[in-house]
T-cell receptor, first 111, second 116 residues
Framework: GDSVTQMEGPVTLSEEAFLTINCTYT??????LFWYVQYPGEGLQLLLK???ADDKGSNKGFEATYRKETTSFHLEKGSVQVSDSAVYFC??????????WGAGTKLIIKP | GAGVSQTPSNKVTEKGKYVELRCDPI?????LYWYRQSLGQGPEFLIY????????DSGLPNDRFFAVRPEGSVSTLKIQRTERGDSAVYLC??????????????FGPGTRLTVL
């Protein structure tokens, strides 16, 4: 079945560092891809999404490009802030319209 | 407007007891989803409602789990004869019209269930 694999955390960076969180997927069809973020004590929030190959989703300085050839949707940000500390989830929406989730990557940004 | 709310935020119960978890979706959202999230894992789909009916309940792990949405708004997830393995955070989400339309799902803060 469809699945999502993302890099294990925690990922610890200094403020203003460059961020990459890797996400790869397996799917039989052409899924939509998502990044959700969960800030401490809050619910999951959609960060960005891409619905077809080569689409780039972006929000709050974060970007991810849907790469069909490498089945990847890596999350990047050029300069992270302490307020970006959270758990980030990669997910795909399968042919049955269900969301299939990765295990999450905890990001810790130190001042 | 108000987001998705879930009550209680925390529930501690004993093995074998019955529990109900409530979800109040965003007003006007016809689609409602329940997920379960165990520690260190991503959410796991349980059930999806379109209006009052369960459109997809394929994620319910067994017949101890049941969910209703009698008036197409508030939903209740019911767990009978709870087991320690049911301990998790139960998440509810809602969307405007449903997954087929590509709607964004908005999540509540979750209910942390602990079965002793």
């Amino acid at each position: 079945g469809d699945s999502v694999t993302q890099m294990e955390g925690p990922v610890t960076l200094s403020e203003e560092a460059f961020l990459t969180i890797n996400c790869t997927y397996t799917a039989t069809g052409y899924p939509s891809l998502f990044w959700y973020v969960q800030y401490p004590g809050e619910g999951l929030q959609l960060l960005l999404k891409a619905t077809k190959a080569d689409d780039k989703g972006s929000n709050k300085g974060f970007e991810a490009t849907y790469r069909k050839e490498t089945t990847s949707f890596h999350l990047e940000k050029g300069s992270v802030q302490v307020s970006d500390s959270a758990v980030y989830f990669c997910a795909l929406r399968d042919s049955n319209y269900q969301l299939i989730w990765g295990a999450g990557t905890k990001l810790i940004i130190k001042p | 407007g108000a987001g998705v709310s879930q009550t209680p935020s925390n529930k501690v119960t004993e093995k074998g007891k019955y529990v109900e978890l409530r979800c109040d979706p965003i007003s006007g959202h016809t689609a409602l989803y329940w997920y379960r999230q165990s520690l260190g894992q991503g959410p796991e789909f349980l059930i999806y409602f379109q209006g009052t009916g369960a459109a997809d309940d394929s994620g319910l792990p067994n017949d101890r789990f049941f969910a209703v949405r009698p008036e197409g708004s508030v939903s209740t997830l019911k767990i009978q004869r709870t087991e320690r393995g049911d301990s998790a955070v139960y998440l509810c989400a809602s969307s405007l019209s449903g997954p087929g339309g590509g709607d964004t799902q908005y999540f509540g803060p979750g209910t942390r269930l602990t079965v002793l």
